[in-house]
């Protein structure tokens, strides 16, 4: 008598990936802030949109979101992702600070309300004035700090701003991450692993979690509890994120916002009304070659949900 294997889980997992009617409903797989649904979602989310969940149902970062870490290895979307929500933060009118010692933001440079440091004594040294700011009650919010992937946060591990215990750029970051957002501070920081000493205290720190593609470890550290099953990866879709909270875990895409048009957007911060108000100070250097932004139409009647639809952008790939 011929006995029929029984399906494990692979083989479970793998009829679901291969049957239609039993797999969950997916993400579109790009999504365009400046156009489509992208732009809709934007246009009606209550804080920057982070992208698009199934059913383009709209995953943004509102005003109780916190601060967000997004693990995912390179080239998989977490440059493009910050400059998108850094865009956004800046439309809205709050103050962004980018750490970056791999010039990846030139976009950013010489905006009024942005400033980008490159420079890893100049990261260390601002980090470390902001944890005095922190401690001080003393800092200057609403206020967005971005800190690109690797190689800044390894910068952050192994750069000594002081020689003696606590001089390390993580541990000034750790005490903006703790005591920031009483202040007005709020992090968005992109890496491709969690850092170590983090470890038991990600959950704690960062209210929302973005994984590119889980593994036992970020899964453990930065996911919902070790019981749950990991969720499905999307290897080799840039973009592809699992938002994980205190509520449940959802796929999304993130949405791509190209140099030009993140640009430009930062520079047309929404006033009262939802209508667009024009800085008093212009930017000092213009846009990179090949990277000239569109020219944005701002509406809406939320001054904290603009709406910017692009006249004349070039369509690209999303999260090249």
Not at 67 to 94: C, D, E, I, Y
Not at 248 to 270: I, N
Request: hydrophobic letters at 35%.
């Amino acid at each position: 008598m011929t006995r029929t294997p029984q399906a494990g889980p692979r083989a479970e997992m793998a009829l679901s990936l291969s049957n239609p009617a039993c797999s969950e409903p997916e993400p579109r797989t790009t999504v365009n802030l400046a156009d489509g649904p992208g732009s809709a979602a934007a246009a009606a989310a209550d804080g920057p949109l982070i992208g698009l969940a199934a059913g383009d149902k709209a995953v943004s970062l509102g005003p109780a979101a916190g601060h967000t870490l997004a693990v995912a290895w390179p080239g998989m979307g977490s440059t493009t992702l910050l400059r998108s929500l850094g865009a956004q933060f800046a439309a809205r009118g709050l103050r962004i600070d980018i750490l970056d010692t791999q010039h990846q933001h030139t976009w950013a440079h010489d905006l009024d309300q942005v400033t980008v440091f490159e420079d890893a004594d100049r990261i260390h040294r601002h980090l470390y004035r902001l944890a005095d700011e922190v401690r001080d009650g003393t800092a200057a919010g609403p206020r967005v700090v971005l800190i690109e992937s690797t190689p800044t946060t390894d910068e952050l591990l192994k750069f000594r701003y002081h020689p003696r215990p606590g001089g390390l750029g993580l541990d000034a970051l750790t005490t903006v991450l703790a005591g920031g957002q009483l202040v007005g501070i709020r992090v968005v920081m992109a890496c491709r692993d969690v850092p170590e000493p983090f470890g038991h205290v990600v959950r704690d720190l960062f209210t929302t979690r973005l994984l590119a593609h889980p593994t036992p470890r970020t899964w453990h550290l930065a996911g919902r509890l070790p019981s749950q099953p990991l969720p499905l990866s999307s290897a080799g879709l840039p973009g592809r994120l699992h938002q994980i909270t205190a509520t449940g875990t959802t796929a999304l895409q993130a949405a791509y916002l190209s140099d030009g048009d993140a640009r430009t957007l930062a520079q047309h911060p929404c006033g009262q009304g939802g209508k667009p108000t024009r800085k008093t100070g212009r930017t000092r250097r213009s846009t990179q070659a090949g990277a000239a932004p569109s020219s944005f139409r701002l509406t809406g009647s939320d001054a904290h949900a603009p709406r910017w639809t692009p006249t004349g952008s070039t369509n690209e790939e999303n999260h090249g």
